[in-house]
């Protein structure tokens, strides 16, 4: 599986988008891009993932660039219950679990 | 109640004690999976499983074992537990047919003194 390059923390305004980056320069064709998070030290929580065209749903939106090698998560109106760990993963779909880094500590301000 | 439910939630336990931690799925999903994760840093795989029959070692199995004992049920035990193995552990599903989303307990904080 590809590796992935995300911030360590991010701060974001409460009612603005917030926009998490992820480089995933080395991915191949058959790799997905996850978007996980994890808040508090509950288990961690789908959002979204793509293969190339960019993807929404009620969460968020998922902003892949022309040539894959990086990505974006927006949330777009982030809200204090957004405050979490967000882990961007790349892997084939079926592949044998998912690598978890670090994240980016996305914290939501009032 | 819980889709994925782990126990026990949280365990303190000595040195050389043998440990088991349990997981239980009302999801119906082939595949599960465990995982650990240590303060300040993500998740690493233990192990997994596709099937009943089927078991495999993930990044990080030296220390652990695991049973699939049927469909709905995996557990991790740590057959003489080590300090270092002081974490918080968590289980995981996926459904075979879909995309690989995984569905997380709510984690079993062991504690090795």
């Known amino acids: 599986d590809a590796k992935t390059t995300q911030p360590p923390s991010m701060d974001c305004a409460e009612g603005r988008a917030a926009n998490l980056p992820c480089n995933h320069s080395?991915?191949?064709?058959?790799?997905?891009v996850y978007w996980y998070r994890q808040i508090h030290s509950q288990g961690p929580q789908y959002i979204i993932h793509?293969?190339?065209n960019n993807e929404t749903n009620e969460m968020a939106s998922l902003i892949i660039t022309e040539d894959r090698k990086s990505s974006t998560l927006i949330l777009p109106h982030a809200t204090l219950r957004d405050t979490a760990v967000y882990y961007c993963?790349?892997?084939?779909?079926f592949g044998a679990g998912m690598r978890f880094g670090a994240g980016t500590r996305l914290t939501v301000k009032p | 109640d819980a889709d994925v439910t782990q126990t026990p939630r949280n365990r303190i336990t000595k040195t050389g004690k043998r440990i088991m931690l349990e997981c239980s799925q009302t999801?119906?999903?082939?595949?599960m999976y465990w995982y650990r994760q240590d303060p300040g840093l993500g998740l690493r795989l233990i192990y997994y499983?596709?099937?009943?029959?089927?078991?495999n070692k993930g990044e990080i199995s030296d220390g652990y074992s695991v049973s699939r004992q049927a469909q709905a049920k995996f557990s991790l035990s740590l057959e003489s537990a080590i300090p270092n193995q002081t974490a918080l552990y968590f289980c995981?599903?996926?459904?075979?047919?879909?995309?690989?989303?995984?569905?997380f307990g709510e984690g079993s904080r062991l504690t090795v003194l």
């Open positions: 999801k119906g999903h082939d595949r």
């Open positions: 499983s596709f099937d009943v029959k089927d078991i």
């Open positions: 080395t991915i191949s064709g058959n790799e997905y």
């Open positions: 993963i790349v892997r084939v779909v």
């Open positions: 995981a599903t996926s459904d075979a047919d879909a995309a690989g989303e995984l569905f």
């Open positions: 793509g293969l190339k």
